[in-house]
């Protein structure tokens, strides 16, 4: 049952409201047609609509809310708006709003307030990376209670048009969530004669989101909620930067921190002369690729992909990261011998390795391995593949598995905001938009981007957050082996090195796409709710 209610006008005053419709300064258009309609960037209030659904066999109740909070310049004094924060939040309820809203008005006896106790309900704030990445994709694809629907179990679109569909498998029964755009995505826009550049920064962006945050909790009275931060891909960079400084800038210590195909060194994946670590942390992946497109000798191909995986690794952990490190030294008995276990492993012939030197990047891998198919690979999902104009390029025309994701997130989030949850915006939602230049600061000045002692800090001053790390075997944009590096070099006390785990999926960057990876999940991240030390409540 569906109930959609006006809200109250102190939640915009409060913030969770929108600024008055950014319309043309007339209702004439430049033809002079008084019957022109207003461009409507924000409606004037929040829309507000109540729902059900079933997880674990179980009903669950729930508000949903699509509206903006305001960014303002200085909130101890100059209150001029800097930028508009679209969110979608989703809390859910002891009992169905509208019957809730009916005894209300009959005078029944019923609580106080419909919204299960604060202290004891987890609140988990959710965006995705990019950077300039709206928050769709967590959203539809793992933790809303409607996700996109597919075609098959891997996640193929199939043809459109394209809808959600019930997500059984929504973290909505343990915590309520808000999706934040960050400025530039989805409806986020600067505002005033603040320019958009200046949000497009780490730093800068961290701070937004905090603010954000921060105005959020206040307005919905959930300080006394536990807190948890999730984040996917360049979300994961944010992520970790933000929980430090949301308890550094704030005072505000999240619980957990959930990160998606992580990446907080990036000296992990940029490949460039010089940093041979990428070759090493890709190396298991692009096994795990060749294993799933049968491009391997039978001893290989013939085992599970857990198993084979972590041999990949100890390979290029061990023989492989020293042949590297070797460079020139390196004699020709012992580089046949690597070029040999390489081309086993990899899938490539070995005069192809040779050639690179012994260093495979991504983009040659991804066009390589099923060249003699007429196929690529993808970069994002290296289980899809996809076509290029012809076969002689040393890298792929397009990526096959964001070909995939694009179109079918995009046309069902538009149509699920307006139609579902009700939100009337003639803005574009940006799904994935420009953002460039990103502003890295002192994160990456002259060195690659590090955010990872950021999270050891945090986690050493709040022993109590635990992180949780989901990482697919077929990630060839933030391999899993690179936060697994990561971790092994944070210099995290023995006593605090567990509180960070890694958990691995069949699928890519979004395993999540995969059905029986986005059960596992769902299996995963409730035992995470579950086992995060929360404080004491009434």
Same mark, same amino acid.
């Given at each position: 049952?569906?109930? &959609?209610?006006?809200?109250?006008?102190?939640?915009?005053?409060?913030?969770?409201?929108?600024?008055?419709?950014?319309?043309?300064?007339?209702?004439?258009?430049?033809?002079?047609?008084?019957?022109?309609?207003?461009?409507?960037?924000?409606?004037?209030?929040? *829309?507000?609509?109540?729902?059900?659904? =079933?997880?674990?066999?179980?009903?669950?109740?729930? /508000?949903?809310? $699509?509206?903006?909070?305001?960014?303002?310049?200085?909130?101890?004094?100059?209150?001029?708006?800097?930028?508009?924060?679209?969110?979608?939040?989703?809390?859910?309820?002891?009992?169905?709003?509208?019957?809730? *809203?009916?005894?209300? /008005?009959?005078?029944?006896?019923?609580?106080?307030?419909?919204?299960?106790?604060?202290?004891?309900?987890?609140?988990?704030?959710?965006?995705?990376?990019?950077?300039?990445? *709206?928050?769709?994709?967590?959203?539809?694809?793992? @933790?809303?209670?409607?996700?996109?629907?597919?075609?098959?179990?891997?996640?193929?679109?199939?043809?459109?048009?394209?809808?959600?569909?019930?997500?059984?498998?929504?973290?909505?029964?343990?915590?309520?969530?808000? @999706?934040?755009?960050?400025?530039?995505?989805?409806?986020?826009?600067?505002?005033?004669?603040?320019?958009?550049?200046?949000?497009?920064?780490?730093?800068?962006?961290?701070?937004?989101?905090?603010?954000?945050?921060?105005?959020?909790?206040?307005?919905?009275?959930?300080?006394?909620?536990?807190?948890?931060?999730?984040?996917?891909?360049?979300?994961?960079?944010?992520?970790?930067?933000?929980?430090?400084?949301?308890?550094?800038?704030?005072?505000?210590?999240?619980?957990?921190?959930?990160?998606?195909?992580?990446?907080?060194?990036? *000296?992990?994946?940029?490949?460039?002369?010089?940093?041979?670590?990428?070759?090493?942390?890709?190396?298991?992946?692009?096994?795990?690729?060749?294993?799933?497109?049968?491009?391997?000798?039978?001893?290989?191909?013939?085992?599970?992909?857990?198993?084979?995986?972590?041999?990949?690794? $100890?390979?290029?952990?061990?023989?492989?990261?020293?042949?590297?490190?070797?460079?020139?030294?390196?004699?020709? /008995?012992?580089?046949? =011998?690597?070029?040999?276990?390489?081309?086993?492993?990899?899938?490539?012939?070995?005069?192809?390795?040779?050639?690179?030197?012994?260093?495979?990047?991504?983009?040659?891998?991804?066009?390589?391995?099923?060249?003699?198919?007429?196929?690529?690979?993808?970069?994002?999902?290296?289980?899809?593949?996809?076509?290029?104009?012809?076969? &002689?390029?040393?890298?792929?025309?397009?990526?096959? +598995?964001?070909?995939?994701?694009?179109?079918?997130?995009?046309?069902?989030?538009?149509?699920?905001?307006?139609?579902?949850?009700?939100?009337? +915006?003639?803005?574009?939602? /940006?799904?994935?938009?420009?953002?460039?230049?990103?502003?890295?600061?002192?994160?990456?000045?002259?060195?690659? &981007?590090?955010?990872?002692?950021?999270?050891?800090?945090?986690?050493?001053?709040?022993?109590?957050?635990?992180?949780?790390?989901?990482?697919?075997?077929?990630?060839?944009?933030?391999?899993?082996?690179?936060?697994?590096?990561?971790?092994?070099?944070?210099?995290?006390?023995?006593?605090?090195?567990?509180?960070?785990?890694?958990?691995?999926?069949?699928?890519?960057?979004?395993?999540?796409?995969?059905?029986?990876?986005?059960?596992?999940?769902?299996?995963?991240?409730?035992?995470?709710?579950?086992?995060?030390?929360?404080?004491?409540?009434?």
């Amino acid at each position: 049952m569906r109930y &959609v209610r006006h809200a109250f006008i102190a939640l915009a005053l409060l913030g969770l409201g929108t600024l008055p419709v950014l319309a043309q300064s007339d209702k004439s258009d430049q033809a002079g047609n008084a019957d022109a309609p207003h461009f409507v960037a924000y409606p004037d209030e929040p *829309s507000v609509t109540y729902h059900t659904t =079933e997880i674990n066999g179980e009903p669950i109740y729930y /508000e949903a809310t $699509a509206g903006t909070i305001t960014l303002v310049r200085d909130e101890a004094g100059d209150a001029e708006p800097r930028a508009q924060m679209f969110y979608i939040a989703y809390r859910r309820t002891q009992m169905p709003g509208d019957e809730y *809203s009916q005894k209300m /008005e009959a005078g029944e006896d019923v609580p106080e307030s419909n919204y299960p106790n604060a202290s004891k309900r987890p609140l988990t704030f959710s965006f995705n990376g990019g950077p300039g990445s *709206s928050s769709v994709w967590l959203h539809l694809g793992v @933790f809303g209670p409607k996700k996109v629907a597919y075609a098959d179990d891997e996640g193929r679109p199939g043809p459109p048009p394209y809808r959600v569909e019930s997500n059984p498998h929504s973290l909505l029964d343990k915590s309520d969530f808000v @999706f934040i755009d960050p400025v530039s995505t989805g409806f986020s826009r600067a505002q005033g004669d603040t320019s958009a550049k200046d949000f497009h920064g780490l730093e800068t962006d961290i701070a937004s989101v905090a603010a954000f945050i921060k105005r959020y909790i206040t307005s919905t009275e959930r300080w006394s909620s536990p807190l948890y931060i999730a984040g996917e891909s360049y979300g994961t960079t944010r992520a970790a930067g933000l929980t430090n400084h949301l308890q550094g800038s704030h005072g505000i210590s999240v619980n957990g921190v959930i990160l998606v195909s992580a990446v907080i060194e990036f *000296s992990t994946l940029r490949f460039g002369a010089g940093n041979d670590l990428p070759y090493i942390c890709f190396f298991p992946s692009f096994a795990a690729t060749a294993h799933y497109h049968g491009a391997l000798p039978p001893e290989h191909q013939n085992k599970p992909i857990d198993e084979f995986y972590k041999e990949a690794e $100890a390979f290029a952990l061990g023989d492989y990261a020293s042949a590297l490190i070797q460079g020139a030294r390196l004699s020709d /008995e012992n580089e046949d =011998e690597i070029v040999r276990q390489m081309s086993e492993y990899l899938g490539l012939t070995p005069e192809f390795i040779r050639r690179a030197n012994l260093r495979i990047s991504q983009g040659r891998f991804c066009k390589e391995l099923l060249r003699d198919q007429g196929l690529t690979v993808g970069r994002f999902d290296s289980r899809f593949t996809g076509q290029d104009r012809d076969d &002689v390029n040393d890298t792929y025309d397009y990526d096959p +598995s964001y070909a995939v994701i694009r179109s079918n997130f995009t046309e069902s989030f538009n149509s699920y905001i307006r139609e579902e949850l009700g939100f009337k +915006s003639d803005l574009s939602y /940006e799904i994935l938009t420009n953002v460039r230049p990103w502003d890295y600061g002192r994160a990456g000045d002259g060195r690659y &981007v590090n955010v990872a002692e950021r999270l050891r800090s945090v986690m050493h001053e709040q022993p109590h957050i635990r992180v949780f790390v989901a990482s697919g075997y077929h990630d060839l944009a933030t391999p899993p082996l690179g936060l697994d590096y990561t971790h092994d070099h944070m210099q995290l006390r023995d006593n605090l090195h567990n509180n960070l785990k890694n958990y691995y999926y069949i699928g890519g960057h979004m395993m999540y796409l995969d059905k029986a990876s986005l059960e596992q999940l769902k299996d995963d991240l409730d035992a995470f709710y579950d086992s995060v030390p929360v404080g004491l409540s009434d």
